[in-house]
């Protein structure tokens, strides 16, 4: 039972490129999220999937785009990175008859130039 | 609107001390409550959480919370801290009820331990 998994790790785009970060989980959670990190920010939720074949934007939707492509997996997509998309990524999953109870990724961790 | 406030940005206890993270919420009912942490260089970790009943959560690690509804608040304690117990903590409000589990999050604790 690996959790929740993220991929990549690590990552150093130019300014304009595109990348897409992976998350799957293997718990049969039916809500998955994403948040970002940063210093003296908390958590703040990007985007989240409620359940499988439905998304919806969370604080800091801009810049972003997510598919839900089964009830696994759920990605992020930056479409044009930019400097401020520097940050560390979380994607979460959670059961929703646990009342809340997220489980975390190990993140991946972007430097956009 | 949901809102977490730790007041406290960074704390330093020696090993073998007491240690209280604060943590304060705003929200129009009882809301779902977490404690996670998160070492270095790694992801979140769920402590604890409150969901009703006794006010007084027992966690993981030697963790407890207590939720105070007439203060709001939700802090953290551990009688005795161990050099292992450095690193970043994070409250977290849930609402009750909808489609799914959003939780907001404080902007953190960071927690150095002295030998």
């Known amino acids: 039972n690996a959790g929740v998994t993220q991929t990549p790790k690590f990552q150093v785009l130019k300014t304009g490129q595109s990348m897409t970060l992976q998350c799957a989980q293997d718990?049969?959670?039916?809500?998955m999220y994403w948040y970002r990190q940063d210093p003296g920010m908390g958590l703040r939720l990007i985007y989240y999937?409620?359940?499988?074949?439905?998304?919806d934007k969370g604080e800091v939707p801009n810049g972003y785009n997510v598919s839900r492509l089964n009830k696994r997996e759920f990605s992020l997509r930056l479409e044009s990175a930019a400097p401020s998309q520097t940050s560390v990524y979380f994607c979460?999953?959670?059961?929703?008859?646990?009342?809340?109870?997220?489980?975390f990724g190990p993140g991946t961790r972007l430097l956009v130039l | 609107a949901q809102s977490v406030t730790q007041p406290d940005i960074h704390i330093t206890v020696s090993e073998g001390a007491s240690l209280e993270l604060r943590c304060n919420y705003s929200?129009?009912?009882?809301?779902?409550l977490f404690w996670y942490v998160q070492s270095p260089g790694q992801g979140l970790q769920l402590l604890l959480k409150?969901?009703?009943?006794?006010?007084l959560v027992q966690g993981i690690k030697g963790f407890e919370a207590e939720f105070k509804r007439s203060q709001s608040s939700f802090n953290l304690r551990k009688p005795s801290v161990h050099w292992s117990d450095a690193a970043e903590y994070f409250c977290?409000?849930?609402?009750?009820?909808?489609?799914?589990?959003?939780?907001?999050f404080g902007t953190g604790t960071l927690l150095a331990v002295q030998p």
């Open positions: 979460a999953s959670s059961e929703r008859a646990l009342e809340g109870t997220q489980y």
């Open positions: 718990m049969n959670h039916n809500s």
């Open positions: 999937s409620a359940s499988e074949g439905t998304t």
């Open positions: 929200y129009g009912a009882t809301p779902y």
């Open positions: 409150y969901f009703s009943g006794d006010t």
């Open positions: 977290a409000v849930g609402a009750r009820g909808g489609a799914t589990n959003k939780l907001i």
